[in-house]
Structure formats: C-alpha cells, structure tokens
C-alpha cells in the first residue's frame, strides 16, 4: 500500500465486513447461552455458531457496505486503468 491512501477503501471494507461477523457472531453467542437458540448437536455448538454467523453476515454486509463496496471499487478500477496506459505506453515504445 502506497503513502498517498491506495487501498484504503479495501482494507475499510475489509475490517467492517469482519465487524459485522464478529457483531453477528457474537450475539449468536448470547442468544446459545440464554437457550434461544439450540447448542447443537454434542460439540459442534463453535461450528453451529460460526456457520450461522457467516450465514446472517453475508447479506447484512451486502445491504450496510454497499457504499464501502462501491468506493472500493472504483478505487480498484481506477488502478486498474492506470496500469493499462502503463502498459500501453510500454508496448507503444518497444514497437517504435
């Protein structure tokens, strides 16, 4: 990642969809603890959790980040435009 804020919106993306998992996560806790939601079958109540968590989190992400993702991006568009005129320049120059 470069000085000037290059991939800033990824990582921001990034650390708030991780909070949201981990928002869901644990409340899925809470709620197993408290008996509203089943344990699962013999130890598989980590795995039961994560799963559900994951589960809840994925669509609750694409509604909330849809901003975050949009800037994303455009930010990875933009770079990629900038290495095709890098790219383009170089093959201009070999062929002349």
Known sequence: MAANG????????TFMRLGIFAACFLVLVGL????VL???LG???LLWVLLLSIVISAPLSFVLLRGQRDAMSEQIVAKIDKAKGRL????ASEDA
């Open 38 to 40: 089943p344990r699962g």
């Open 32 to 35: 197993v603890r408290l008996g």
């Open 6 to 13: 290059t991939g800033a919106a990824t990582l921001r993306y």
């Open 43 to 45: 130890d598989s109540n």
């Open 88 to 91: 383009d320049t170089n093959r």
